[in-house]
Each structure stands twice: as structure tokens, then as C-alpha cells.
């Protein structure tokens, strides 16, 4: 069984950064994607952004493009994403995902072919 586990989240005024840290335990395929998505209250959920491990390769929404970084820690274990120059429009449940057997496809990269992910962790953006 694969456990997820985010950390980081929080308020910040706009303009600000924040670092959200997805740490991982449990069995991975030597192929596989790790990812973070977020849903708002009333919104659908959104992919952010995407690792892949096959060739460490990254990905992310056009709307975080230049503003957010995905990082593997193979140390630590964690994959993690720097967020800067944060907007109010960034308010929300911040989730990481686990897949095996793919890499950043569409799919992945949008949110909806996580096989496993954490319980989330809010991040405010606010005055």
C-alpha cells in the first residue's frame, strides 16, 4: 500500500511563496508519475503539475507556468513544489498523486489517473 502525505500549506498574501512537500512510503513501480492537483470549494479538480520518473521530465498547467517548480528529493524521498508570485486564484486543497506505469500524459497531468493520493493540504492566498 502506498502512502502519501502533503505538508507546507498555509496563508500567504499575494505575491508570496510557499514550498508544499509530498512525502512518500510504500512500494513504487520503477515507472511511474507523481503529481499535485487542487480543488477549490465548488470547483472540479485541477491538475498543477507533474513528475515523471522514467526521464525526470516535468510538466504543468498553463495557468502555473513560471510560477511553480516540482522537485524529486530521492533523499528525502519527497516530491516537492516551490509555488511563487502566488495569487488569490491559488486558494485551495492541494493534493499529490501516485501512478504507476505512466508518465506526465495529459491524463496524469490533469488530475484523474491517480491511483493513490494524500488527504491535501490548504493553501490560502489572501490579504
Known amino acids: 500500500q502506498l502512502q502519501l502525505v502533503e505538508s507546507g500549506g498555509g496563508l500567504v498574501q499575494p505575491g508570496g511563496s510557499l514550498k508544499l512537500s509530498c512525502s512518500v512510503s510504500?512500494?513504487?513501480?520503477?515507472?511511474?508519475?507523481i503529481g499535485w492537483f487542487r480543488q477549490a470549494p465548488g470547483k472540479e479538480r485541477e491538475g498543477v503539475s507533474c513528475y515523471s520518473s522514467r526521464d525526470g521530465t516535468t510538466s504543468y498547467v498553463d495557468s502555473v507556468k513560471g510560477r511553480f517548480t516540482i522537485s524529486r528529493d530521492n533523499a528525502k524521498n519527497t516530491v516537492d513544489l516551490q509555488m511563487n508570485n502566488l495569487k488569490p486564484e491559488d486558494t485551495a486543497v492541494y493534493h499529490c498523486?501516485?501512478?504507476?506505469?505512466?508518465?506526465?500524459?495529459?491524463?496524469?497531468?490533469?488530475?484523474?489517473?491517480?491511483?493513490?493520493w494524500g488527504k491535501g493540504t490548504q493553501v490560502t492566498v489572501s490579504t
Open positions: 510504500g512500494f513504487m513501480m520503477d515507472y511511474y508519475a
Open positions: 498523486g501516485y501512478v504507476g506505469a505512466y508518465g506526465c500524459e495529459e491524463i496524469v497531468l490533469r488530475g484523474q489517473a491517480y491511483d493513490y
